[in-house]
């Protein structure tokens, strides 16, 4: 039976109305490659230090960037970014406007290639995801980071793999890490929660799953998870907010942490292009990104 919304573990923010013109600039931005380069011209990394390439597997997309500030006393909180594209597109380069802002906020952040659809179907990329984290978890401390404050965090697709991490402690252990490092799991307009598959293309990725139930996060759920904050555009109409409702009440029934925010008037890309300074009006994101990563986690809430 359908829960009455008043019930519902989650708290309304409202932050300033954008215009809507802007709003359909910035979801142009990520739609076509050259606006996101001039978006991400506007990012300076001045003050940051940027180590590109590092590999983390034997794939040519096995490769990380991290950005850290260049002259914070550490060990800083670790922050990987798991950017989306339907598991089917997506590179790190484009996420300087996401990293480069959070670093300047006092976290190392690491932003990972994985491979992509029709190079891999599930569950490839989620592999790929569990060998960057632990990978990230042991190579933190050469970077002034802190291991014992490790999150993950990802939009979109990205906010499934990083969900998947926490419900599911088989692939952060398969990859020689383990899910109990994690301090806490941030998701993005994520899809937990999106049987039947209604897409081809979607369809397609998920094939080769013997059980589609259990390509599902809420399906996994065993209430052993990281403390959980899902941010969501209440406008977003490409991955329904009802996805992070009903991750967070299966956590919460399963006796786990989750916090849901929702964003009234923020779409799908919208949520992702608040961590830029340019479109910081949308929604304050890096900000509710940055409290969850700096408080006692055990303590958090999004008031």
């Known amino acids: 039976m359908r829960q009455p919304e008043d019930a519902l573990p989650y708290r309304i923010h409202l932050p300033m109305t954008p215009f809507r013109a802007s709003l359909r600039l910035a979801a142009g931005l990520l739609a076509r490659h ?29 490769l990380f960037d991290v950005y ?17 594209g339907a598991w089917q597109s997506g590179r790190r380069q484009d996420y300087a406007f996401v990293a480069a802002p959070l670093a300047r906020r006092g976290m190392i952040v690491v932003v990972p290639d994985y491979r992509l ?16 984290v632990a990978a990230v978890q042991r190579a933190a401390p050469g970077w002034g980071g802190d291991a014992t404050r490790l999150f993950v965090a990802g939009h979109s697709a990205g906010a499934w793999l990083a969900a998947m991490l926490a419900v599911a402690p088989r692939w952060l252990a398969e990859a020689g890490g383990d899910r109990a490092a994690l301090s806490g799991v941030v998701g993005l307009a994520g899809p937990y929660d999106f049987l039947p598959i209604q897409d081809e293309d979607i369809r397609a990725v998920f094939s080769s799953a013997p059980d589609l139930r259990l390509t599902q996060p809420v399906h996994h759920v065993d209430g052993r998870n990281p403390p959980l904050l899902l941010l969501h555009g209440a406008a977003d109409r490409v991955c329904y907010p009802r996805n992070s409702l009903a991750l967070a009440t299966r956590v919460r029934a399963a006796g786990g942490r989750a916090e849901v925010r929702l964003y009234p008037g923020v779409g799908h890309i919208g949520i992702v292009l608040g961590f830029a300074p340019l479109f910081g009006f949308i929604s304050p994101v890096a900000s509710d990104l940055r409290r969850f990563v700096q408080s006692p986690v055990a303590s958090f809430t999004c008031d």
């Open 34 to 62: 050259p606006r996101i380069e001039a978006l991400n011209a506007t990012i300076a990394t001045t003050g940051l230090t940027v180590l590109r390439d590092l590999r983390y597997g034997p794939d040519p997309r096995h």
């Open 68 to 84: 850290r500030p260049a002259a914070a006393a550490g060990p800083l909180p670790v922050v990987v970014f798991l950017y989306g």
């Open 117 to 132: 659809f029709p190079q891999v179907r599930f569950p490839g990329f989620l592999e790929d995801a569990a060998l960057a």
